[in-house]
């Protein structure tokens, strides 16, 4: 059984993840409706949504949610852990729009909460290495 010292620090990110995260996923719905509205293909709003909302969501979970210093390398993890959601964002998107012919506003929510635990876990590695899930969880090293 984990001890409260070991399980507060999980449950106190865990809550600046949830509210820098509902930041991020509000940017990124409006800037993928709004632009998919003004003409932009949605696939295309992606990547601008993307391009705009990592660097913000970098700086938000560096500062406020891990409070960590802002590092290069470490952005270059934390795109690279948000890019590799990208490819499950896109299915998810081509299979609810096009093939499904869900609307953008509908089809963003739900491709969003596809990827959201994958960013979760990948924000962690790339900001917070050292940071141990299992110890938070109780598991035996």
């Not at 609307?103 to 960013?119: E, G, M, R």
């Amino acid at each position: 059984m984990p001890s409260r010292e070991q399980v507060r620090p999980l449950v106190e990110r865990g809550g600046r993840y949830s509210l820098v995260g509902a930041v991020c996923v509000l940017l990124n719905y409006g800037i993928i409706v709004a632009t998919n509205a003004a003409g932009l293909h949605y696939l295309a709003a992606m990547t601008l949504a993307f391009a705009l909302v990592t660097p913000i969501g970098f700086l938000l979970h560096s500062r406020f949610t891990f409070r960590e210093p802002l590092r290069w390398r470490a952005f270059w993890r934390f795109a690279a852990g948000v890019a590799s959601a990208a490819p499950i964002a896109y299915l998810a998107m081509i299979l609810l729009c096009s093939v499904l012919r869900l609307h953008v506003a509908i089809a963003t929510p739900i491709a969003t909460l596809i990827v959201f635990l994958w960013n979760f876990v990948a924000a962690h590695w790339a900001i917070a290495p050292q940071f141990k899930f299992s110890a938070a969880f109780g598991a035996k090293k």
